[in-house]
């Protein structure tokens, strides 16, 4: 059974600051992992798309690792701002394409 | 232009009434899922249709019906509701499976519903 942790929860950061949030499942034998924001209210945004043959993806100040082996992924924000307030999850494609989320990390910038 | 749009946003309902859901996707995507975000946020897939054909049920109450009537629509009808189907529901879309190479995931902006 694939289960899907992200830790911390919630996460309060002064803005300007880098900050790493996690993700780990327990089955290596995924397909891809993808990154997703979720603002108070609405639906999810995708971030970023990491395939099971890459170890990193990047857009703007997110970088999104993956290590397969030791079931991680990590979602580095450089140089945050209050607008990167939200909640981030993970999620992996599962057997018959089922997608397994996480429960997410509330992340608030303090201005 | 909205990739991913579902109606009402908003849905406020008694027990025992039945409710539609509405979702349609302007990406050309052949694949068209329901989510259901329960009070802790946890996301958990209910239907996932692929070309109007339904390939995941994931022990969904009966009460729970999708309906597909062209690829780019996937709707969700709810009979006899109960206080324990309020939730917020995600209508999501992908080109191709997730377990493929373009399987990235596009949702709607949800539809919450209060049973009363």
């Known amino acids: 059974k694939q289960e899907v942790t992200q830790i911390p929860a919630a996460l309060s950061v002064p803005e300007g600051e880098n900050l790493v949030l996690n993700c780990s499942f327990t089955?290596?034998?995924?397909?891809?992992l993808q990154w997703f924001r979720q603002d108070p209210g609405k639906g999810l945004t995708s971030l970023l798309l990491?395939?099971?043959?890459?170890r990193e993806q990047t857009s703007g100040r997110l970088n999104a690792s993956l290590d397969k082996s030791s079931g991680r992924s990590t979602l580095y924000i450089a140089a945050s701002q209050p607008g990167d307030s939200a909640t981030y999850l993970c999620a992996v494609p599962w057997r018959d394409d089922k997608i397994i989320f996480g429960k997410g990390t509330r992340l608030h910038i303090l201005p | 232009d909205t990739a991913v749009s579902q109606t009402p946003k908003y849905l406020v309902t008694q027990m025992g009434n039945d409710k539609s859901i509405k979702c349609e996707q302007n990406?050309?995507?052949?694949?068209m899922y329901w989510y259901k975000q329960d009070s802790k946020k946890f996301l958990k897939i209910m239907f996932s249709y692929n070309n109007k054909e339904l390939i995941i049920n994931e022990t969904v109450p009966n009460r729970f019906s999708p309906k597909s009537p062209d690829k780019a629509h996937l709707n969700l009808h709810i009979n006899s509701l109960e206080l324990g189907d309020s939730a917020v529901y995600f209508c999501?879309?992908?080109?191709?499976?997730?377990?493929?190479?373009?399987?990235?995931?596009?949702f709607g902006e949800g539809s919450r519903l209060t049973v009363l």
């Open positions: 999501a879309s992908s080109q191709a499976w997730v377990t493929a190479n373009t399987g990235e995931l596009f």
């Open positions: 990406l050309g995507h052949d694949t």
């Open positions: 089955d290596s034998a995924i397909y891809n």
């Open positions: 990491i395939q099971s043959s890459q």
